[in-house]
C-alpha cells in the first residue's frame, strides 16, 4: 500500500485563488497545472497536511524565484501590509477553503480525531494554517473569530514584519539573525495560541523571534517547512542550535522540498537531487531524532527537485528512504505520525 504523507506546507489556495478564486476550484477536482490537485494527491499518497493562507506582497513572485537562482542573493523584506489589507483576502482564501470542503475536495480537520478520521476514509485532511498574522489585531478579535472556523496554526510573520514580529529575508549566505525579536503584541500572541491550542510556526522568524518564543511558549517548537542551515547556509534554515531546541522541546521540522533551502548553494533552481533531501533528513535526525523530523513540502509554493515534481512524485522521496535502509517504521513516523503525535498534544487531541 502505498505510503500517506501528512505534510506541513502547501500554498495550493494562493494558486487557485490567484487562477480566479470559486471559478477555480474545479482545477483542484480535475487536475492543475501545479503541485497539488486530488488526481495528483491519489497518486502520490498526499493524505493531507497544514493549507496556507496567505496575503501576497505586491511584488512579483517569478523576479523573486528568479532572483534566488542566483549564487547570491539578498532579497529585501517587503513592506508590511495593514492589518485592514490583510483580512478581506484571508476571508477569500478561509472561503476558499470552505468551498474545497463543501464540494467534498478535503475535510477541515481541528483535531488528530479528525484528521485520522479523514485518512481512514480516504479525505485529504487540512488544517487550516495563516503564514504571516496581519489579518489578526492586537485584540485578538480575528484569532477567536478564525479559529472558531478551523484556524489551528499561525505563522506571526511571512518573511516580512507584522506588528508582533519579523521575518528572515530570503538571503543567501546568510544566518537567519537579521532584526529584532517579537513585539509586545507578539509575545502575547504566543501565549494566546498556547492557551487555546494553535500551533505557533516558526519557519519565517528570524531567529531572535525564534528565540523569544522558545522562552515563552510552553508547546513543543514547530518549524512546519525549514531544513538545515549547517547543510545550506540560507537565512531561511535553522542552525543546529536552533534544530536542537525544537528536538529538546518535543517539537517538529518539516523537510522542506524548495532547492533553494536543500542545495548547498542555496540556488532556486529545479536540479536537485532526491538524495539532498535524505541528506537533510539525516542531519536533521541526526540533532532531534527520529521523532521531531516530518515532512514540509512548500508544494505550489516553492521550485522543488525535478525527480519528484509534484505530489504525484512523494513516492519517490519514500522509496529514497528505503534507499538509504530507513525502516518501515521510520518512514511512517516521517511520513505522518510525528506530525500527528506532536499535533496531538499542542492542540490537546
Ligand atoms: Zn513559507
Known amino acids: 500500500m502505498i505510503m500517506r504523507v501528512f505534510d506541513g506546507h502547501n500554498d495550493v ?8 478564486g470559486r471559478p477555480a476550484l474545479k482545477l483542484f477536482h480535475q487536475g492543475r497545472d501545479g503541485h497539488i490537485d486530488l488526481l ?31 549564487p ?33 475536495a478535503l475535510r477541515i480537520c481541528r483535531s488528530v480525531a479528525e484528521i485520522r478520521a479523514a485518512m481512514a476514509e480516504g479525505e485529504i485532511a487540512a488544517v487550516m494554517h495563516i503564514e504571516g498574522a496581519e489579518a489578526i489585531d492586537p485584540a485578538f ?32 549566505p546568510s544566518t537567519g539573525d537579521i532584526g529584532p525579536g517579537l513585539t509586545r503584541d507578539g509575545k502575547r500572541l504566543v501565549a494566546r495560541c498556547d492557551e487555546i491550542g494553535i500551533v505557533i510556526d516558526l519557519s519565517h522568524l528570524n531567529e531572535a523571534g525564534f528565540w523569544d518564543v522558545a ?19 540560507q537565512a531561511r534554515n535553522l542552525t543546529d542550535a536552533q534544530l536542537d531546541a525544537v528536538g529538546a522541546s518535543g517539537g517538529m521540522v518539516g523537510l522542506n522540498f524548495a532547492t533553494g533551502f536543500l542545495r548547498p548553494d542555496g540556488q532556486m533552481v529545479p536540479q536537485a537531487p532526491v538524495e539532498l533531501m535524505l541528506d537533510h533528513l539525516d542531519h536533521m535526525i541526526e540533532r532531534m531524532g527520529e521523532d521531531h523530523v516530518g515532512l514540509g513540502s512548500d508544494f505550489d509554493g516553492a521550485v522543488v527537485p525535478e525527480g519528484i515534481k509534484d505530489a504525484s512524485g512523494l513516492p519517490v522521496l519514500i522509496e529514497a528512504m528505503r534507499g538509504r535502509g530507513y ?9 505522518h505520525e510525528n506530525w500527528l503525535r506532536v499535533l496531538g498534544v499542542i492542540w490537546g487531541g
Not at 489556495?13 to 480566479?20: E, I, P, Y
Request: proline letters at 8%; aromatic letters at 8%.
Open 13 to 20: 489556495l494562493l494558486k487557485l485563488r490567484k487562477a480566479g
Open 40 to 70: 495528483r494527491a491519489v497518486a502520490g499518497g498526499f493524505a493531507g497536511g497544514f493549507f496556507a493562507i496567505f496575503v501576497p506582497s505586491p511584488m512579483d513572485l517569478a523576479t523573486m524565484k528568479a532572483e534566488m537562482a542566483q
Open 72 to 104: 547570491e542573493y539578498d532579497l529585501a523584506l517587503p513592506d508590511p501590509i495593514p492589518h485592514e489589507q490583510a483580512l478581506p483576502v484571508v476571508m477569500e482564501m478561509v472561503a476558499l477553503l470552505m468551498q474545497l470542503e463543501a464540494e467534498g
Open 141 to 172: 478579535h480575528a484569532l477567536d473569530v478564525l479559529y472558531a472556523a478551523g484556524l489551528r496554526s499561525l505563522g506571526p510573520v511571512w518573511s516580512r514584519s507584522t506588528v508582533f514580529g519579523h521575518g528572515v529575508p530570503f538571503k543567501y
Open 215 to 233: 522562552g515563552i511558549s510552553s508547546k513543543p517548537l514547530i518549524a512546519t517547512h525549514s531544513n538545515a542551515h549547517a547543510l545550506c547556509p
Open 327 to 335: 525502516s518501515e517504521e521510520k518512514i511512517t513516523k516521517l511520513a
